[in-house]
């Protein structure tokens, strides 16, 4: 939990500036997670504004931890966003590594991969969607021998032996 966080300030305040690379494949381009994202940050920001507003008179400490734990919502959100833009889906080493931000990663051996579909109907399938997807279907659902470790933001974790993907090419 503890690396976690420093991933979160190192993703939010030290990678601003580091170029995407062109390997692999992109999940947050043809979505609407950058829209849905800015959208949020101003939220999440007049909502700070006008909370603290309401409480300092009254309960000023309320006021201070409500400001604060805004603030810690703002970097996460910034990270999330560094994170998935410079991680893309790749291929490298004979391992799939999927990646949508700080939210949910996990490696796959290729060897794993039993079969890849393009229309399966089921309900235990696990959606690796970014926030902002539009689509309702996955463009392809890997199938794998054993269930495999989905870990999610702050030390979850899933296992899923049918992934839906959804990627931009």
């Not at 604060?68 to 703002?74: F, R």
């Not at 393009?118 to 902002?132: R, T, V």
């Amino acid at each position: 939990l503890l690396c976690a966080e420093f991933l979160m300030f190192y993703y939010a305040f030290f990678t601003c500036h580091k170029k995407a690379s062109n390997s692999g494949f992109t999940v947050y381009k043809k979505s609407m997670y950058v829209p849905v994202l800015v959208m949020v940050f101003h939220a999440c920001i007049f909502e700070a504004v006008a909370f603290h507003w309401l409480f300092h008179e009254r309960w000023p400490i309320v006021a201070w931890i409500h400001t604060a734990l805004s603030v810690y919502g703002l970097i996460f959100l910034l990270a999330d966003y560094n994170a998935t833009r410079l991680h893309p889906t790749k291929i490298q080493n004979g391992q799939l590594y999927l990646s949508n931000g700080l939210m949910k990663r996990t490696t796959i051996d290729l060897q794993q991969i039993k079969a890849i579909h393009q229309n399966l109907e089921m309900e235990d399938i696990y959606m690796f969607s970014i926030l902002g997807n539009t689509e309702d279907k996955p463009q392809f659902i890997l199938e794998t021998q054993q269930p495999q470790t989905i870990y999610l933001a702050m030390g979850f974790e899933k296992r899923a032996r049918y992934i839906g993907l959804f990627v931009d090419d």
